[in-house]
């Protein structure tokens, strides 16, 4: 069963706009970390905001926000104000286990930043 | 500039070379990971050492060898790879305990002849 699931291929959002990313997830552990990367095509993996499941509020980093609902099982991605640098693959990520952690990935959503 | 260097970043090889990957972190970090990427695929777990000591392995076919030297360094040695092989290949660090993200490395790009 798939663990974590990106909706969106691929996104063209306008230079400026705000953008939201889609993630579900399913888990019956209680206790679970939500990760957020982006992949620019050179190939490294960039960290942008962790949201653990006891987290009562939202994580945000700079222009990068977290909508956590733990009901609903989603941790959608909120970029405000993109840039043309924003264009990227963005992954959704799930820990599995406490100490060295497993993270289980989805598919990914290409993002791309129009001018 | 990442704090998780990894060398080659390129490497071509043929099915019959032996080769081996290498991963290093100063961050005191005392998980390190092992991710295999394919084109526009999710990275996949490979293996995790936890205070160098094996701790996960995907099954991961025995013609790629980890090693973990000590708390810095992270080997990945390859010998008769397949085609199928080709991929981007992620080192990974974090410290050891919940909530703490992973680093990874710019990754090498590995050809199979």
């Known amino acids: 069963a798939q663990k974590i699931t990106q909706t969106q291929p691929g996104m063209f959002v306008q230079e400026k706009e705000a953008v939201t990313l889609d993630c579900t997830y399913d888990?019956?552990?209680?206790?679970?970390?939500l990760f957020w990367y982006k992949q620019p095509s050179s190939g490294e993996m960039i960290f942008l905001i962790y949201q653990g499941s006891y987290d009562e509020q939202n994580a945000t980093e700079g222009r990068y926000s977290l909508n956590f609902q733990k009901a609903r099982k989603s941790a959608n991605l909120v970029i405000s104000a993109s840039q043309l640098g924003d264009s990227a693959m963005y992954f959704c990520a799930m820990r599995e286990g406490l100490g060295a952690q497993k993270l289980v990935f989805g598919q990914g959503t290409r993002l791309t930043i129009n001018p | 500039d990442t704090e998780v260097t990894q060398t080659p970043k390129h490497l071509v090889m043929g099915m019959t070379n032996k080769k081996s990957l290498k991963c290093e972190q100063h961050?005191?970090?005392?998980?390190m990971y092992w991710y295999k990427q394919k084109a526009k695929k999710p990275p996949e777990l490979m293996f995790v050492y936890s205070y160098e000591k094996l701790s996960i392995n995907e099954s991961v076919p025995s013609r790629f060898s980890p090693e973990c030297p000590n708390s810095s360094l992270l080997n990945l040695h390859l010998h008769a790879l397949q085609p199928e092989d080709s991929a981007l290949y992620l080192c990974?660090?974090?410290?050891w305990g919940s909530g703490r993200p992973q680093h990874f490395g710019d990754g090498t790009r590995l050809s199979i002849l």
């Open positions: 888990t019956s552990d209680q206790s679970y970390g």
């Open positions: 961050m005191g970090h005392r998980a």
């Open positions: 990974a660090s974090s410290p």
